[in-house]
């Protein structure tokens, strides 16, 4: 199953990960040998078998919902890479005009 | 005359209780020790000396009270100086991951596992180096540099907890902390000569392990024998209501006096012994399986019939999770930032510039079994399959109280081996993604030594949440054999 650069490209703008040339056409060779590898799970009949998303025998367990102290406030921020009045500093995400 | 750093474990614990050495004279003879190694090993990415001293200090005290006054005796880790894998939080700790997208990271808090044993009293010597959110099965995927088997400077320590591996053989310290999401604790234990333990999923809080393969992840450690390993274990496990995945049952107190393994039953499944598999790994862990017949106990060959499967399963389960827990790196809320005016934009650069080769391998591969199209014929498929994985445990351990089989389908590589070619390196894992995907706890320790002189570890699994049988098997047959005594020639 080859990957193509285009969807080499399609994924990376989903993941939100910028490559170069070099890595788009690697990551297109290496995606697809590793496709193919697994290609090998199509043949198994799995006509009736559930999906195992985790393997806990239980529901989650409730807890207390009670107040407990948290990180503090100065401890997160200390890792801004930029901030503005103790808020997270990022770009405009909403064009001014709209 | 035995050095300090050659004490075991539970050895430094008594002589801390007799009073013969104190915390902070074991916290130096290490802190010597990774002086002197370090620049050859590079084990560490995060050394924390004046934090090592002043736990130790505080320990010493602690001890001395309790001489003086008596009382029940203190906790077994108070005192005891050991190694935190770079992927468990500590409060204001630099912790990376062995990645660039988290350097200069302080966490705000501390991993659950973690704090249980400093609240017992241990001494944190340092962070040590792993394979870029532990993707990686040799260490040589760190941001950092790759870690260096002390057995063999030129290769591997295995990984993605190679750092702590090659830490604890290099008896840099006595036991040390780790994560194992598809073997990252057994594969770097045997590559190393110690052993390294993967709990059952659910038995130890991921509060504070920063993510990676959300449903397979576990914490664990390393030490040098099982019975060393089993008061971080001890200490560690149990439920935490931070965690809604640890499960909320008693653990058992796990004795090792008087062990008999008589009428205790081992499967030897026959698909891990498989073409291209080192002779010489299949020799030592078939000798250690006759050991354990010696020992009293029943062998049988098993059969797992989808063991092929796990490796195709795990490499699309876990990229996917991983592709869903990699999306926080941001660089909105830690971590550095490539400034631009659009936030998209910024999100590109950033996420391009800062992670690995490896991890973007991974993400990229997990945001395709996912994508609308192919979600159904790869990750719904590798979720069925997973069933059956799972199933092949279940269907064995009717019959056998735990399975015995290789850790890795060779010894330690050389550095540079796997070259550019990630399928390869993935075909490392074979052997140890199967107990990830199933959840179920397994050990590995050294069985002997390959003609190159590096370790054969042979891997113990246990049913689930049966860690107890583990140590008990473990630790009979350390007692019968010394290959878990060896020392590196460094």
Same mark, same amino acid.
């Given at each position: 199953?080859?990957?193509?650069?285009?969807?080499?490209?399609?994924?990376?703008?989903?993941?939100?990960?910028?490559?170069?040339?070099?890595?788009?056409?690697?990551?297109?060779?290496?995606?697809?040998?590793?496709?193919?590898?697994?290609?090998?799970?199509?043949?198994?009949?799995?006509?009736?078998?559930?999906?195992?998303?985790?393997?806990?025998?239980?529901?989650?367990?409730?807890?207390?919902?009670?107040?407990?102290?948290?990180?503090?406030?100065?401890?997160?921020?200390?890792?801004?890479?930029?901030?503005?009045?103790?808020?997270?500093?990022?770009?405009?995400?909403?064009?001014?005009?709209? | 005359?035995?050095?300090?750093?050659?004490?075991? %474990?539970?050895?430094?614990? *008594?002589?801390?209780?007799?009073?013969?050495?104190?915390? @902070?004279?074991?916290?130096?003879?290490?802190?010597?020790?990774?002086?002197?190694?370090?620049?050859?090993?590079?084990?560490?990415?995060?050394?924390?000396?004046?934090?090592?001293?002043?736990?130790?200090?505080?320990?010493?005290?602690?001890?001395?009270?309790?001489?003086?006054? &008596?009382?029940?005796?203190?906790?077994?880790?108070?005192?005891?100086?050991?190694?935190?894998?770079?992927?468990?939080?500590?409060?204001?700790?630099?912790?990376?991951?062995?990645?660039?997208?988290?350097?200069? /990271? $302080?966490?705000?808090?501390?991993?659950?596992?973690?704090?249980?044993?400093?609240?017992?009293?241990? @001494?944190?010597?340092?962070?040590?180096?792993?394979?870029?959110?532990?993707?990686?099965?040799?260490?040589?995927?760190?941001?950092?540099?790759?870690?260096?088997?002390?057995?063999?400077?030129?290769?591997?320590? &295995?990984?993605?907890?190679?750092?702590?591996? =090659?830490?604890? #053989?290099?008896?840099?310290?006595?036991?040390?902390?780790?994560?194992?999401?598809?073997?990252?604790?057994?594969?770097?234990?045997?590559?190393?000569?110690?052993?390294?333990?993967?709990?059952?999923?659910?038995?130890?809080?991921?509060?504070? %392990?920063? #993510?990676? &393969?959300?449903?397979?992840?576990?914490?664990?450690?390393? =030490?040098?024998?099982?019975?060393?390993?089993?008061? %971080?274990?001890?200490?560690? #496990? &149990?439920?935490?209501?931070?965690?809604?995945?640890?499960?909320?049952?008693?653990?058992?107190?796990?004795?090792?006096?008087?062990?008999?393994?008589?009428?205790?039953?081992?499967?030897?499944?026959?698909?891990?012994?498989?073409?291209?598999?080192?002779?010489?790994?299949?020799?030592?862990?078939?000798?250690? @399986?006759?050991?354990?017949?010696?020992?009293?106990?029943?062998?049988?060959?098993?059969?797992?019939?989808?063991?092929? %499967?796990?490796?195709? @399963?795990?490499?699309?389960?876990?990229?996917?999770?991983?592709?869903?827990?990699?999306?926080?790196?941001?660089?909105?809320? /830690?971590?550095?930032?490539?400034?631009?005016?659009?936030?998209?934009?910024?999100?590109?650069?950033?996420?391009?510039?800062?992670?690995?080769? *490896?991890?973007? $391998?991974?993400?990229?591969?997990?945001?395709?079994?996912?994508?609308?199209?192919?979600?159904?014929?790869?990750?719904?498929?590798?979720?069925?399959?997973?069933?059956?994985?799972?199933?092949?445990? *279940?269907?064995?351990?009717?019959?056998?109280?735990?399975?015995?089989?290789?850790?890795?389908?060779?010894?330690?590589?050389?550095?540079?081996?796997?070259?550019?070619?990630?399928?390869?390196?993935?075909? *490392?894992?074979? /052997?140890?993604?199967?107990?990830?995907?199933?959840?179920?706890?397994?050990?590995? /320790?050294?069985?002997?030594?390959?003609?190159?002189?590096?370790?054969?570890?042979?891997?113990?699994?246990?049913?689930?949440?049966?860690?107890?049988?583990?140590?008990?098997? =473990?630790?009979?047959?350390?007692?019968?054999?010394?290959?878990?005594?060896?020392?590196?020639?460094?």
């Amino acid at each position: 199953m080859a990957i193509t650069i285009e969807e080499v490209r399609h994924i990376a703008a989903l993941a939100r990960l910028r490559l170069t040339p070099a890595e788009e056409k690697r990551y297109s060779e290496q995606l697809s040998a590793i496709l193919d590898y697994a290609a090998r799970l199509k043949e198994v009949d799995t006509a009736d078998i559930p999906p195992t998303a985790t393997v806990l025998p239980l529901q989650a367990p409730l807890r207390e919902d009670a107040a407990r102290p948290g990180p503090s406030r100065e401890g997160i921020m200390q890792n801004a890479p930029s901030q503005e009045e103790g808020m997270f500093r990022v770009p405009p995400v909403f064009d001014a005009e709209e | 005359m035995t050095t300090l750093i050659d004490l075991s %474990l539970l050895e430094a614990v *008594e002589s801390l209780r007799g009073g013969d050495v104190s915390s @902070v004279e074991l916290t130096q003879a290490c802190l010597e020790r990774m002086e002197a190694l370090e620049p050859k090993v590079c084990a560490f990415l995060e050394q924390t000396p004046e934090l090592a001293l002043q736990q130790a200090r505080a320990a010493d005290q602690k001890l001395t009270t309790w001489r003086k006054q &008596g009382g029940d005796p203190p906790p077994i880790m108070l005192g005891i100086p050991i190694a935190v894998k770079d992927v468990l939080c500590m409060q204001d700790i630099p912790t990376t991951c062995g990645s660039k997208i988290l350097e200069g /990271f $302080r966490p705000p808090y501390t991993a659950t596992s973690v704090q249980r044993l400093l609240d017992d009293g241990v @001494v944190v010597l340092g962070k040590t180096n792993t394979d870029e959110f532990a993707m990686g099965s040799s260490t040589e995927n760190s941001a950092y540099g790759p870690t260096h088997n002390p057995w063999d400077l030129e290769r591997v320590p &295995g990984g993605s907890s190679g750092g702590s591996a =090659a830490a604890v #053989a290099a008896r840099m310290c006595y036991a040390a902390l780790g994560s194992d999401t598809g073997g990252s604790i057994r594969q770097p234990a045997s590559f190393c000569g110690v052993t390294g333990l993967k709990t059952s999923y659910g038995r130890v809080s991921r509060y504070g %392990l920063i #993510a990676y &393969g959300s449903s397979l992840d576990t914490v664990g450690g390393l =030490a040098r024998s099982a019975a060393d390993f089993l008061p %971080l274990f001890t200490a560690m #496990a &149990g439920y935490d209501p931070l965690d809604s995945t640890c499960m909320p049952v008693e653990v058992p107190e796990i004795s090792l006096e008087d062990i008999n393994l008589k009428g205790l039953r081992i499967g030897v499944p026959k698909e891990y012994f498989i073409e291209g598999i080192q002779p010489e790994v299949e020799e030592k862990v078939r000798a250690a @399986v006759d050991l354990f017949k010696e020992l009293g106990v029943t062998v049988r060959e098993i059969s797992l019939p989808h063991t092929d %499967l796990a490796l195709p @399963v795990y490499y699309l389960i876990a990229p996917a999770e991983a592709s869903a827990n990699l999306a926080r790196y941001d660089a909105v809320r /830690f971590g550095p930032r490539l400034e631009s005016d659009e936030l998209l934009e910024q999100y590109l650069a950033t996420r391009g510039a800062y992670f690995g080769s *490896e991890v973007k $391998r991974r993400i990229m591969l997990g945001t395709y079994a996912l994508s609308a199209g192919y979600y159904d014929a790869y990750y719904g498929q590798a979720q069925k399959v997973r069933t059956l994985i799972k199933g092949d445990f *279940e269907a064995a351990f009717e019959s056998v109280d735990l399975i015995a089989c290789p850790v890795a389908p060779t010894t330690a590589f050389r550095i540079g081996e796997h070259g550019d070619d990630p399928l390869s390196m993935y075909l *490392e894992d074979v /052997f140890t993604l199967p107990a990830n995907l199933a959840g179920v706890p397994g050990l590995a /320790f050294n069985v002997g030594f390959d003609s190159k002189g590096m370790p054969i570890g042979m891997q113990l699994k246990a049913p689930h949440l049966n860690e107890p049988s583990l140590f008990h098997a =473990a630790h009979a047959y350390q007692q019968a054999t010394s290959w878990h005594e060896e020392k590196p020639p460094l």
